[in-house]
């Protein structure tokens, strides 16, 4: 048995036709589309409030770290006890 597929040959040929059109500015390229996006001003505002937020908690880890390093870092223990009651269910 002898299968003959000429459709492929057909379609590549055509392919290839498209492709030389289209480098010689001949054939129709399709209008190239544009992604965008558009971010609204509530999400703007959120943004700035995060970045605002960041800013304080970088401040407040600086410090933190400069206490732990100087030696004057102190963990209140009643604060420590009212979450490990918290975790542990108590």
């Given at each position: 048995?002898?299968?003959?597929d000429?459709n492929?040959?057909?379609?590549?040929?055509?392919?290839?036709?498209n492709?030389?059109?289209?480098?010689?500015?001949?054939?129709r390229a399709?209008?190239?589309?544009?992604d965008?996006?558009?971010i609204?001003?509530?999400?703007?505002?959120?943004?700035r409030?995060?970045?605002e937020t960041?800013?304080?908690?970088?401040?407040?880890?600086d410090?933190?770290k400069?206490?732990?390093?100087?030696?004057?870092y102190s963990?209140?223990?009643d604060?420590v006890a009212?979450?490990?009651?918290?975790?542990y269910?108590?």
């Amino acid at each position: 048995m002898k299968i003959q597929d000429t459709n492929r040959l057909a379609q590549i040929a055509t392919y290839q036709q498209n492709g030389r059109l289209q480098r010689e500015g001949l054939g129709r390229a399709p209008q190239a589309q544009r992604d965008g996006v558009t971010i609204s001003p509530e999400a703007m505002q959120m943004a700035r409030v995060s970045q605002e937020t960041d800013v304080q908690r970088a401040e407040r880890i600086d410090s933190v770290k400069q206490a732990i390093q100087n030696g004057t870092y102190s963990v209140p223990s009643d604060a420590v006890a009212r979450k490990l009651l918290e975790a542990y269910g108590e």
